[in-house]
Nanobody
């Protein structure tokens, strides 16, 4: 089970930190990611982190968002700085089972279909 927290409303330029508490999932078995979906748009990958802590980001959040995880708390985070109105969306955490290949190969991690578990989503609203 994945439970997100930390969403809310903020003005442009502000900061939010999202969290995703996991139960029943061993960290070593899954790579993790954050996705988002705005009204009328497709769900898109924002950032991902592999079991060794390596990370990757969508171009539109590079330098502004940071994905991290706390293994002791079994929690995934997304720290979001310099938020823009275009970042307004429902944000979802997702866990995907690891394979022999890197999840960062090509666009694999951005494919929502490769993830096995999803959180319920948390709303982020950025006003101008």
């Amino acid at each position: 089970q994945l439970v997100e927290f930390g969403g809310g409303s903020v003005q442009a330029g502000g900061t939010l930190r999202l969290g995703c508490a996991a139960s029943g999932h061993s960290d070593s078995s899954y790579f993790m990611a954050w996705f988002r979906q705005a009204p009328g748009k497709e769900r898109e990958g924002v950032a991902a982190i592999d079991t060794d802590g390596s990370t990757t980001y969508a171009e539109f959040v590079k330098g502004r968002f940071t994905i991290s995880k706390d293994n002791s708390k079994n929690t995934l985070y997304l720290h979001m700085n310099s938020l823009e109105p275009e970042d307004t969306a429902t944000y979802y955490c997702a866990f995907g089972r690891t394979t022999s290949a890197s999840p960062f190969y090509s666009t694999y991690w951005r494919n929502a279909g490769v993830y096995n578990y999803w959180g319920q989503g948390t709303q982020v609203t950025v006003s101008s």
